[in-house]
C-alpha cells in the first residue's frame, strides 16, 4: 500500500468510525445494540464497546481499533472524541497535500508544502508530532491553559477537601456520554453516593486501585426490576448462598480457609496403603473425629462465620451447623482476596502433623445474613474494614442484561476516570524563557499576538472549506515565503537527506549561531535582537490599527474582509519570529490532581486558541503545521457537540464569544453545566497523536495467510505435553 | 484451540433500525401473537415442535416467549425484559409486553425527536406511578388479610385470566379456595419480624379431576405401592423420632483425596463400610428413631436391618424435598456417617398413608410448621403444567401482597381510567407532568396521546369476540358489549357490569367508544369505601390485580420501550 494512499485509506476508514461514532457522543447521543454470536444483546454508548463489537478486518481500522482500546484501558473515556478528533486529524492531513497541489497549479514552486512533500514525507510529519506531543504540548498546557483550570477541590487553608457539588457536575458530564438520558441522573446520583459512602478522609489511591481491582465483585446485578430501584447497600454482598446459615449476633467472628478442613485419605502425589479393614474404619473415624475438633476449635476462637474458596465436603457441613458455625463456600479467589484486603486477614492453613489446630487470624463482623434479591439468595457481611476504604456494595438493576452491563461498565469508566483525575500529573517540558519579551513591553506584546490571532483563526477553522481564492492563496504564499528562512533549521534538526538552501542569504547566518545557542541551553544576550524586537513592536502597533480597524467591519458572512485582515496581520508575525528565538530550559511543571474544565468544548477551544497562539510566535516549520493542524482538529469535538443546538448555541455563536472572552482576558462560561477531567483529555490528545503517527509510519501491510497463533501460550502448552 | 482463534467475521452495522419495514413488520406479528393471549377470552396458542417433544397449548407470556425462536436484536430485548420480569414478579407478563409494543408503534408515528420523546415518556411514567401509589388513586384497594375475599378474588382473576387450564368456573372457584388455603398455610403463627415463609410444595396428579385436588399441611413422599405395604406393617407410635441423611448411606467411599489409595490383598472394604452403616443403624435403633430419610440411597443391608427392628427407611427423597423436610421435622441434615449427636434428630406429629388416583404416598403430619403440599389434579399433560404455573403465580402474587397489601382494579378498568386521568392533567395542568426541562405543551400533548392510546389499545385487546368496548365518563371504567344481533334497541341495557365488577350500570353514566376521540374529562378519583367493603356476594365478581407487578409491568414496559426507541444502531455480530 502507498503511503500517500495510506493517509487517504485512513480518513476514509476513520470517516466511517465516526459517522457510527458521532451519533452516540455527547448528551443528545443516542444507545448502540450489540449482539454477541451466543445471542445475547448489549446496549453500549461506549465507543470502546461498540468499536469492538465490530470485528473491523481492515488492517489500519484495527490500528485504530487497537489504540482506542489501549486508551480506554489507561483511562476509561475518550473513546467517541479519539475518532472524532482523529478524523478531523487525517482531514487536515490531506488538506495540507491538496494545497500544496493546487499551488502547484498555480506555478508557485517554491511553496513550502511542496517541499514538505518532497524532503520530508510523512515520516517527517509522524516525527513533528511527536516532538509536538513530547514537548509543545506540555509547555502549552502549562503555560496556558493552566490559568483557566477549576479544580473539584474545595482549597481551604490547610488541605484540600473534595467538593460534592463539583464531583456531582463531573460525574453527570461523564454519564452523559455513557448512559441513556433517562437514567445517567440516577446513576450519577448512584455513582456520588458510593464515592462519599466507600471514601473515609485518609482515603487515597489505594481506594481506587481497590475498587479498580475488585469492581465485578463490589456490584450485584438484578435483570427484570426497573432501573430505579438500583441502590447502595453497607456492607459486602457475596455471590453466593450460605451452604449453612446458623442466626448469630453479638461477636461474630469470621475465619477464612482456602482449602479443605476435613483430612482426606491421601494428598497430592501420596499414597495411602490399606491394610486392613480395621485400619479403615479407624482412619475413617479419625478423619470425623479431626474434622469435629477443628470445628470445635473455631467455635471456641468465636468464629461464627467460614468463608471458604473451596467446597467443603457434606461432613464439615454438618459439624458447621452442629456447631452453630455459618459456611460460605466455593468464594471465587477474587472474592476471598477482596475480603482479605478489606479486613486484613489472611486464611488459616491446617496442619497435618498435630490435631490442635492453629487458628491465628479471626476479624470480626458487623452483621452476616441472607440477602433476598429477585428470589436469589446472597451473603450479606457488614465487614469492618481495616482499610481506608469503607465496604459498599451497588446493587444495579434493570429489565435486561444488557442494560446493567452498560451501567455497570459505565460506573467502572468512572472510576478510572476519577482514579486518574486524582493523581497529579508531571508536565515536562524545554521552556523557551523570553526575556526579552517578558522585561520589555509584555502589554504590548499580548496585545499584537491576540489581536492577529483573531482573523487567523476565522480562517482556519470556518472558512477554509468553503473558500478557496486567489487572496488567500496569496497569504499562503507570503506566509510560506518568510517561513522558509527557517526552514533549514527544521530539516536539519530532523536530518532528512535533502536540504535546498533556496532563502535570503541575510537571515542564515543568525538563525545558525542562535540555534546552536539554543541547543545547548545558554541564556542568550543578544542586542541586536532586541533591537528588531523594538523594531517589531512598532510594526505590531502600527498593523494593530489596522487589524483592528478591519475587525470592526467582520461579521460571519463576509470573508473576504476577514481575508485581508489576515493578510495584513501576517506582517507583524513576519518580523516577530526573529526575535523568538529564546534560552531554553528544562521545566518540570504538573497538572494538580482534581483539575476541571467546564465540558462543552472549553478545553478543545482553549487548546485551540493557545495552539494558533503559539504557532504564530513559533518559527519552526514543522511546528507551526503542526500547532495548527491539531488547533483546527481540536475545534471538530465541540462542532459536533453542538450540532442539535440553535441560534445563539449554535457553534459559529460559541466559539466567537469564546474567542472574544480570551481576548479580553474574562473568565470562560460555557453554556452547560458540567464538568470534565483535564488529565483525561490530556491523555486523550497524546493517545490520539500517538495512533496517528503509527498510522503514518507503516509504509506496507503485509497479508498473512495463516491462522493467528498465540506464541507464549503455544509454548507453554508444548513444554506441558514433553 | 484452533477454533477459538478464528478470525472473526465483520459484524454487520445498520442504522435507525426502528425504521426499517422489517422490523416494524415482526414487531407488529409479535404484537399479533400477544395481544390474541391476553385476557380470559384470549386465544390459546400451540407450541408444535417438528422435532418432536411434547404438544404445549398456552397463552402465558412466560411459556410463550421462552418456546418463540426471536431473532432480531430489537425483538430480542423486548422479550428477555419481559421474561426478565416474569421471572421476578411471575404475573403481568403479557401486559409489559403488549404496552411496549404499543408504545413503540404509537411513539413512532408523532415525528417528534427521540429525546423528547423519551424525556416525556419517562415524565409520565413517573406521573403515573405516583398516581398508582397515591391515597386519591382512583383503582387501587388495600388488602387485609382478615378479608379474604378480596384475596380470593385476586387468585380467582388470575387463574381466569389463563384460560389454557381448561377449568370450569366451579373448578376455578375449587382451586383458587385451594391455592389461598396453601398460602395461608406457609404463614407462621409466632408473627416475629421479619417474617419467614415456608413452602408450598406442588405435587403433581395428572389424569384427575381437577375437584380431586386438594391441600394437606406437611409432606407427601410419593413411595410405590410395595414399599408402602411394608410400611404399614410397622407398628406406629406418636410423636415420631425422625432423623435426615443429606450423605448416601450405601456404603460408598467418596473422597480418597487427590493422591492414590492402595488397598492390600485380602482387604475388603465393602465389608468395612457395612459394618460401619450396620454400627450406624445400631446407634439409630438405640436412639429410638422410628424414621430414617435419606436423601440419597440407603444399602439394601441397612435398610433390612431397620425394618427389621421397626424403622421405617425411606430413601430417594431427593434434594428438593431436603429442606421442606427439615422444616417439617426440625431435624439437622446429617453428612456423617460416625456418631450422631441428638442435637440432629427431629419429630413429627404422626404419619399416614395416602393414595391419590393411582399414585401412593407416606404423608408426614408436623406438630407445626409452614409446609404445606397442593396435589394439584388436571385432566391433560399440558394443562397441567399451564395450571401448575398458575398456581405458583397465583402464591407468588400473594406474597407480593404481603409486601405491599395493595391490589389494583382489573378487567381493563385500571388502564382505561389512568389514561382518562392523563389525558385530564395534560390539558388541565400540564406543569404537574412537565418538569422544567425544556418540553413544550404542544409535544407533550401529542406524546400523552400516544402513551393513552397504548393504554387504552391495551385494555381493548382484552375484548377478542367482536364486542364493543364503551368507557364511562364519570370513572373512566372499562365496560364491554357482547357482540351479537342488535336487534335491541337499548345497547346499555346490555351493559351490566364494568370490567373490574365495581360499578354497574344502573348509574347515570355518559358514554363514550374506547377507539373514538374524546373530550378529556375528570375522572372521579378516591374509591368509595362501600366498594371494597363489599359483601362477600358482590365482593366475588371482582376482577383484581397485584398493584406491585402491574407497577413494575408498567416500569418495565417503558423502560424497555425507551431504549428501543433510543437505538441509533444495530451491530449484529456474524461471526
Known amino acids: 500500500m502507498a503511503v500517500a494512499g495510506s493517509v487517504k485509506m485512513a480518513l476514509q476508514v476513520a470517516e466511517v468510525l465516526e459517522a457510527i461514532v458521532s451519533r452516540c457522543v455527547g448528551p443528545e447521543g443516542r444507545q448502540v445494540l450489540c449482539t454477541k454470536p451466543t445471542g445475547e444483546v448489549l446496549l453500549s454508548r ?118 460534592r457539588s463539583s464531583l456531582e457536575l463531573l460525574l453527570e458530564a461523564y454519564f452523559c456520554g455513557r448512559v441513556g438520558r433517562n437514567n445517567r441522573k440516577l446513576i450519577s ?70 482449602e479443605i478442613i476435613q483430612p482426606v485419605f491421601s494428598t497430592y502425589r501420596s499414597e495411602f496403603v490399606l491394610n486392613s479393614e480395621t485400619q479403615f474404619q479407624t482412619s475413617q473415624i479419625w478423619i470425623m473425629e479431626r474434622t469435629k475438633s477443628i470445628m470445635k476449635h473455631l467455635l471456641s ?38 475480603i482479605q484486603r478489606i479486613i486484613g486477614l489472611s486464611p488459616f492453613v491446617l496442619s497435618q502433623a498435630s490435631l490442635q489446630c492453629e487458628i491465628s487470624d479471626t476479624a470480626s463482623v458487623k452483621f452476616c445474613k441472607p440477602f433476598i434479591l429477585r428470589s436469589k439468595t446472597y451473603v450479606h457481611l457488614g465487614l469492618i474494614s481495616t482499610c481506608t476504604f469503607i465496604p459498599h456494595c451497588i446493587i444495579l438493576c434493570g429489565p435486561v442484561q444488557g442494560l446493567v452491563e452498560q451501567h455497570e461498565n459505565a460506573l467502572y469508566g468512572a472510576f478510572k476516570m476519577l482514579q486518574q483525575l486524582f493523581k497529579d500529573f508531571d508536565l515536562n517540558y524545554i521552556k523557551k524563557a523570553n526575556n526579552q519579551n517578558d522585561t520589555l513591553s509584555p502589554p504590548i506584546y499580548k496585545n499584537s499576538g491576540k489581536n492577529n490571532q483573531l482573523p487567523k483563526s476565522y480562517t482556519h477553522s470556518i472558512q477554509r472549506p468553503y473558500q478557496d481564492t486567489d487572496i488567500k492563496n496569496n497569504d499562503e504564499l507570503e506566509e510560506t515565503q518568510y517561513l522558509k528562512v527557517h526552514s533549514n533549521l527544521v530539516v536539519s534538526n530532523v536530518e532528512l537527506e535533502t536540504y535546498i538552501p533556496c532563502s535570503p542569504p541575510k537571515m542564515i547566518p543568525t538563525d545558525a549561531v542562535q540555534t546552536d545557542e539554543t541547543w545547548r541551553c545558554l541564556p542568550l544576550e543578544n542586542n541586536r535582537v532586541i533591537d528588531d524586537y523594538e523594531l517589531l513592536i512598532e510594526s505590531n502597533s502600527a498593523s494593530n490599527s489596522i487589524t483592528e480597524n478591519t475587525r470592526i467591519e467582520i461579521s460571519y458572512e463576509n470573508f473576504q474582509v476577514i481575508d485581508i485582515a489576515e493578510k495584513r496581520s501576517m506582517l507583524p508575525v513576519k518580523y516577530k519570529s526573529v526575535d523568538t528565538y529564546k534560552s531554553q530550559s528544562f521545566c518540570s511543571s504538573s497538572i494538580p490532581a482534581g483539575c476541571v474544565l467546564p465540558v462543552g468544548g472549553s478545553f478543545e477551544i482553549l487548546l485551540h486558541y493557545y495552539l494558533l497562539n503559539y504557532a504564530k510566535k513559533c518559527q519552526q516549520l514543522d511546528e507551526i503545521i503542526v500547532s495548527k493542524l491539531i488547533a483546527n482538529a481540536l475545534l471538530g469535538i465541540p462542532k459536533i457537540l453542538y450540532k442539535p443546538k440553535k441560534g445563539n448555541h449554535s457553534f459559529p455563536q460559541i466559539y466567537l464569544r469564546a474567542l472574544h472572552t480570551l481576548q479580553t482576558n474574562q473568565p470562560m462560561v460555557s453554556s452547560w453545566a458540567g464538568l470534565e477531567s483535564v488529565i483525561g483529555k490530556y491523555y486523550l490528545l497524546t493517545s490520539v497523536l500517538q495512533c496517528l503517527t503509527k498510522i503514518l509510519t507503516i509504509d506496507l501491510v503485509i497479508n498473512i495467510k495463516r491462522q493467528p497463533q498465540k506464541n507464549s501460550d503455544q509454548d507453554s502448552e508444548d513444554e506441558l505435553q514433553h | 484451540m484452533l477454533s477459538r482463534l478464528e478470525a472473526k467475521k465483520p459484524s454487520l452495522c445498520y442504522s435507525e433500525p426502528l425504521t426499517t419495514e422489517k422490523v416494524r413488520a415482526t414487531l407488529s406479528v409479535l404484537k399479533g401473537i400477544l395481544t390474541s393471549c391476553y385476557g380470559p377470552s384470549g386465544r390459546l396458542k400451540q407450541l408444535h415442535n417438528g422435532m418432536g417433544g411434547a404438544v404445549c397449548t398456552t397463552s402465558q407470556s412466560a411459556v410463550l416467549l421462552r418456546n418463540l425462536s426471536v431473532t432480531h436484536p430489537i425483538l430480542k430485548i423486548l422479550t428477555t425484559s419481559v421474561q426478565n420480569h416474569v421471572s421476578c414478579f411471575s404475573d403481568c407478563g403479557l401486559f409489559t409486553a403488549i404496552l411496549c409494543c404499543n408504545l413503540i408503534e404509537n411513539v413512532q408515528k408523532t415525528d417528534l425527536t427521540v ?24 383503582c387501587r384497594i388495600p388488602v387485609d388479610f382478615s378479608n379474604t375475599p378480596i384475596l380470593l378474588c385476586l387468585v380467582r382473576s388470575i387463574l381466569t385470566s389463563k384460560p389454557a387450564c381448561m377449568l370450569t368456573r366451579k373448578e376455578i372457584d375449587h382451586i383458587s379456595v385451594l ?29 384427575q379431576r381437577v375437584t380431586d385436588s386438594t391441600v394437606l399441611p406437611g409432606v407427601l413422599i410419593e413411595v410405590s405401592e410395595v414399599q408402602l405395604m411394608k410400611i404399614l406393617l410397622v407398628r406406629k407410635s406418636s410423636p415420631l423420632k425422625v432423623v435426615l441423611f443429606s450423605t448416601s448411606l450405601s456404603g460408598d467411599f467418596s473422597d480418597p483425596g487427590e493422591g492414590n489409595v492402595v488397598v492390600s490383598d485380602g482387604v475388603f472394604l ?18 429410638r428413631v422410628e424414621l430414617v430419610l435419606c436423601q440419597k440411597v440407603i444399602h439394601p443391608s441397612l435398610k433390612q436391618f431397620l425394618t427389621t427392628h421397626q424403622v421405617i427407611a425411606i ?96 378487567g381493563g378498568c385500571t388502564e382505561t381510567h389512568l389514561a382518562a386521568y392523563i389525558r385530564h392533567k395534560t390539558y388541565e395542568e400540564p406543569g404537574s407532568i412537565l418538569q422544567d426541562d425544556g418540553c413544550t405543551q404542544a409535544e407533550l400533548q401529542l406524546i400523552a396521546e400516544a402513551f393513552c392510546s397504548a393504554l387504552e389499545s391495551l385494555a381493548g385487546s382484552l375484548e377478542h369476540d367482536g364486542g364493543e368496548i364503551l368507557i364511562d365518563m364519570k370513572y373512566g371504567h372499562f365496560w364491554s358489549i357482547q357482540a351479537g344481533p342488535s336487534s335491541v334497541v337499548n345497547w346499555t341495557d346490555l351493559l351490566s357490569r364494568c370490567g373490574c365488577g365495581v360499578y354497574s350500570s344502573q348509574e347515570e353514566l355518559g358514554w363514550s367508544f374506547l377507539r373514538s376521540t374524546c373530550h378529556p374529562f375528570v375522572p372521579q378519583t378516591c374509591l368509595p369505601h362501600e366498594s371494597w367493603e363489599v359483601s362477600p356476594q358482590s365482593a366475588h365478581s371482582l376482577t383484581l390485580d397485584c398493584l406491585t407487578a402491574k407497577l413494575s409491568g408498567l416500569q418495565v414496559a417503558v423502560e424497555t420501550a425507551n431504549l428501543i426507541l433510543d437505538l441509533a444502531y444495530v451491530i449484529e455480530d456474524k461471526s
Open chain 1, 46 to 163: 461506549d465507543g470502546g464497546r461498540v468499536l469492538e463489537a465490530l470485528h473491523l478486518d481492515h488492517p489500519i481500522a484495527r490500528i485504530i481499533v487497537a489504540c482506542v482500546s489501549s486508551h480506554l484501558r489507561k483511562t476509561g473515556d475518550g473513546a467517541k472524541t479519539f475518532i472524532i478528533f482523529l478524523c478531523h486529524l487525517l482531514r487536515g492531513l490531506l488538506a495540507i497535500t491538496e494545497k500544496e497541489k493546487d499551488s502547484l497549479t498555480l506555478e508557485n514552486i517554491q511553496t513550502f508544502e511542496r517541499r514538505w512533500k518532497n524532503c520530508c514525507q510523512w515520516k517527517c510529519i509522524s516525527q513533528a508530532l511527536v516532538t509536538f506531543q513530547t514537548q509543545i504540548l506540555d509547555y502549552i498546557i502549562d503555560e496556558y491553559l493552566s490559568r483557566h483550570f477549576l479544580s473539584i477541590f474545595s482549597s481551604s487553608a490547610k488541605e484540600r477537601t473534595l467538593c
Open chain 1, 189 to 258: 446520583q448512584l455513582m456520588c453516593d458510593y464515592f462519599f459512602k466507600c471514601m473515609t478522609s485518609e482515603s487515597g489511591m489505594e481506594v481506587f486501585e481497590l475498587v479498580d481491582n475488585c469492581f465485578v465483585e463490589l456490584n450485584v446485578s438484578v435483570t427484570g426490576l426497573p432501573v430505579s430501584d438500583s441502590r447502595i447497600i453497607d456492607g459486602l454482598v457475596l455471590h453466593r448462598d450460605f451452604s449453612v446459615y446458623c442466626p448469630a449476633d453479638g461477636d461474630i467472628r469470621v475465619a477464612i480457609v482456602r
Open chain 1, 301 to 338: 476462637q468465636n468464629v461464627k462465620l467460614l468463608l471458604s474458596s473451596v467446597k467443603q465436603p457434606d461432613l464439615v457441613i454438618y459439624y458447621a451447623r452442629l456447631s452453630g458455625i455459618s459456611v460460605v463456600d466455593c468464594l471465587s479467589s477474587e472474592e476471598i482476596s477482596l
Open chain 2, 115 to 138: 429525546t423528547t420523546t423519551i424525556k416525556l415518556n419517562t415524565h409520565l411514567l413517573n406521573f403515573c406511578t405516583n398516581y398508582l401509589r397515591s391515597e386519591v388513586c382512583g
Open chain 2, 179 to 207: 391455592i389461598l388455603r396453601a398460602f395461608l398455610l406457609t404463614i407462621p403463627e409466632n408473627t416475629e419480624d421479619p417474617i419467614i415463609l415456608g413452602k408450598s410444595i406442588i405435587v403433581p396428579l395428572k389424569g
Open chain 2, 270 to 287: 465393602e465389608n468395612a463400610v457395612l459394618d460401619q452403616l450396620i454400627n450406624l443403624g445400631r446407634q439409630l435403633v438405640s436412639d
Open chain 2, 315 to 410: 430413601d430417594r427423597v431427593g434434594v428438593m424435598l431436603m429442606e421442606p423436610l427439615s422444616k417439617v421435622t426440625g431435624a439437622q441434615p446429617i453428612g456423617s456417617l460416625g456418631s450422631i449427636s441428638p442435637g440432629s434428630y427431629g419429630s413429627v406429629k404422626d404419619w399416614c398413608s395416602a393414595k391419590f388416583g393411582c399414585k401412593h404416598f407416606f404423608h408426614l403430619i408436623p406438630n407445626e410448621a409452614t409446609v404445606s403440599s397442593l396435589l394439584l389434579c388436571n385432566r391433560s399433560d399440558t394443562a397441567w403444567d399451564e395450571l401448575k404455573l398458575t398456581c405458583q403465580t397465583a402464591l407468588h402474587v400473594l406474597q407480593l401482597i404481603i409486601k405491599e397489601p395493595w391490589v389494583l382494579l382489573g
